[in-house]
């Protein structure tokens, strides 16, 4: 069981270069989440999606957009890279709905590391 | 607005001393969830515990405990006998049921090096 795969693992890029970051989740997960994690900041939420079909701004959209393409994928696009955004980006799922929403646990990727050059 | 501090940023232990995480919050609703999360060298995020606000039993699991107290809004972690695969990141995050699909805020994290 392969839980959350992201790729690429690792990407460097030259400022105003664009590029996405693919994330797929086969345990049949309603949600799913892009998180970026950046040094003494911890994880910050940059967009999710509670079901196929909708998209919603976490706490650092800016510079982001996402796609949720189907159930199991969430993809993640810089259109246009600033140094800024160099981080580690982390994807994650969960099933929300068994129990209450808020107490599911997330599972994450392996994470992709990005510089913005 | 809903708030995770981990005031440590780096703590250092030798192999087998005890290791005290601190994770204090701060929300607005009364239903809510607590997590930690390990981050070892390798990157990836571990799972492990969760407890929710109308659980304040604390629980000892192996070589780890934590401590819940409502009423100082903390969260703590100890870590007992630790060990140098303990080395790791470990995250305090906080989830309100009012987001619903666990939009988890997370503190910034203690950065733990045990020392053979």
């Known amino acids: 069981n392969a839980g959350v795969t992201q790729t690429p693992k690792f990407q460097v890029l030259k400022t105003g270069q664009s590029m996405t970051l693919q994330c797929a989740q086969d345990?049949?997960?309603?949600?799913m989440y892009w998180y970026r994690q950046d040094p003494g900041m911890g994880l910050r939420l940059i967009y999710y999606?509670?079901?196929?079909?909708?998209?919603d701004k976490g706490e650092v959209p800016n510079g982001y957009n996402v796609s949720r393409l189907n159930k199991r994928e969430f993809s993640l696009r810089l259109e246009s890279a600033a140094p800024s955004q160099t981080s580690v980006y982390f994807c994650?799922?969960?099933?929300?709905?068994?129990?209450?929403?808020?107490?599911?646990?997330?599972?994450f990727g392996a994470g992709s590391r990005l510089t913005v050059l | 607005a809903q708030k995770v501090t981990q005031a440590q940023t780096e703590i250092s232990v030798v192999e087998k001393e005890d290791v005290t995480l601190d994770c204090v919050y701060e929300?607005?609703?009364?239903?809510?969830?607590l997590f930690w999360y390990k981050q070892p060298p390798s990157g990836e995020l571990v799972f492990l515990i969760r407890?929710?606000?109308?659980?304040?039993q604390n629980e000892i699991s192996g070589r780890y405990s934590w401590n819940f107290q409502k009423s100082t809004s903390s969260f703590n972690f100890t870590i007992t006998a630790s060990q140098v695969v303990d080395s790791a990141v470990y995250f305090c995050?906080?989830?309100?049921?009012?987001?619903?699909?666990?939009?988890?805020?997370f503190g910034k994290g203690n950065q733990v090096v045990v020392i053979p």
């Open positions: 995050a906080l989830s309100e049921e009012w987001y619903g699909n666990n939009r988890l805020a």
């Open positions: 407890r929710n606000s109308f659980d304040e």
């Open positions: 929300t607005r609703d009364t239903t809510y969830y």
């Open positions: 345990m049949n997960h309603n949600s």
């Open positions: 994650a799922s969960n099933l929300p709905g068994q129990g209450a929403p808020g107490a599911n646990v997330l599972t």
């Open positions: 999606s509670a079901s196929e079909g909708t998209t």
